[in-house]
């Protein structure tokens, strides 16, 4: 059961341009949403999140978009530097509710 | 704020052995605990929660088990791992205003041959 989607398992983008990443999602009750950074070997750390009475929240380079109407949110960077290479993962939470569904991650490569 | 402590990084076991993971959290008080396993090439996967000392979810059945001893402590156990249990384990928290954000420790990789 898979209710939280990265459909894209890499993206490659240039230095300097803009890293566009997608998350979908299938159970309408979910009102938070997270983007998560993992780097090999580490746990993932906490990027940005978005809560459903909001279409975006930008913090610095990144930008979150959710669409509800879609069922779609998305992580935009701009501009993409090589630091940003890692794997990212979308997450989805009933607020305040202990059960948190992951997306499958998507690998992010920034070449310079 | 919250530090989350993970050990060991690596972990290679033969099957039918057991298993114990720890996890113990500084800088916050009765936090909810979880424990995640990152299987290769896929998302994260929730296995336990708990929300208080002696209080366990479960929501995968599987030959692992979890426990809460201390408020800042949570273990994941095996009596035998199969191979199918080998993966990428990661605890995390999350507590207070910033409930529905999850914070995460290095991991746990378990490979078991």
């Known amino acids: 059961d898979q209710q939280v989607k990265q459909n894209s398992p890499s993206l490659s983008v240039q230095e300097g341009r803009i890293s566009i990443l997608n998350c979908d999602y299938t159970?309408?009750?979910?009102?938070?949403f997270l983007w998560y950074k993992k780097y090999p070997a580490e746990g993932p750390t906490f990027l940005i999140s978005?809560?459903?009475?909001?279409d975006k929240n930008e913090d610095g380079r990144f930008t979150v978009f959710l669409n509800k109407s879609a069922k779609h949110l998305s992580l935009h960077i701009v501009p993409s530097q090589p630091g940003d290479s890692a794997v990212y993962f979308c997450?989805?939470?009933?607020?305040?509710?202990?059960?948190?569904?992951f997306g499958a991650g998507t690998r992010l490569t920034v070449k310079p | 704020s919250q530090t989350i402590h993970q050990w060991p990084a690596t972990l290679v076991q033969p099957v039918g052995s057991p298993l114990s993971l720890e996890c113990t959290v500084e800088?916050?008080?009765?936090?909810?605990l979880y424990w995640y396993r990152q299987a290769a090439g896929r998302g994260l996967q929730l296995l336990f929660y708990?929300?208080?000392?002696?209080?366990i979810s479960s929501e995968v059945p599987q030959n692992l088990s979890a426990s809460r001893p201390q408020d800042r402590q949570f273990i994941l156990s095996s009596k035998k791992l199969l191979l199918s249990d080998s993966g990428f384990y990661l605890c995390?928290?999350?507590?207070?205003?910033?409930?529905?954000?999850?914070?995460f420790g290095a991991g746990t990789r378990l490979s078991v041959l």
């Open positions: 995390a928290c999350d507590r207070g205003r910033a409930k529905n954000i999850q914070y």
């Open positions: 800088g916050t008080s009765n936090p909810n």
């Open positions: 708990s929300v208080g000392i002696g209080q």
């Open positions: 978005i809560s459903s009475i909001k």
């Open positions: 997450a989805a939470r009933i607020y305040n509710n202990n059960d948190m569904r």
């Open positions: 159970n309408s009750m979910f009102d938070y």
